[in-house]
């Protein structure tokens, strides 16, 4: 009597799981197929089942960052070289001595940013030039890359295109150098 009772629970044990394997199954491929139903003219209904978005392809972009200790200013191309938008310190700020803070820097950047979204550039070739024969570039390019990376762009490489004079022209003083 007791084995017969232990068997019957055992049945609805299984029972039971295999029920909640079919409601599992069903929930799986409901979840992946989703179907909907859209109405046409006459008032028929049409299924149509819902595909995964397509990726979107990642447009790429070259920013000159051309930064001296006088001014900033910011040209995106696409990959051919055509000019998209250029924008430099001066047209963010009044005061020509701000034009080359890194805040103005920060605000061309994301002129820059909002442009590029408008033509779907979702990463950039970065190419950063100061003025001829300096060191090390202006105080707006760390923060102007910084602020991009911010607004959610892919920084594909950074390559300094600072020109380096090789000679040039005589320097002043004559053969001795400049006596005081």
Sequence with gaps: MKEEK???KEEKKIDNLKS??????SKKS??????KGVEKEGGAEEIKEDRKPKKKEDR???LNIYTTFNNTIMNLTDMSGNSIVKYSGGQSTKQSRLKANPTIAM?????IAEEARDNGITGFYIKIRSATGQNNPGPGAH????SLTRAGFRILS?????RIARGGPKKKGGRRGRRV
């Design 6 to 8: 232990t068997e019957m």
């Design 143 to 146: 923060t102007a890359i910084k």
């Design 30 to 35: 409901t979840s992946e197929t989703k179907i």
């Design 60 to 62: 790429i972009g070259i």
């Design 107 to 111: 605000f061309i950047a994301q002129r």
């Design 158 to 162: 950074i390559m300094d295109t600072t």
């Design 20 to 25: 909640e394997e079919k409601e599992i199954s």
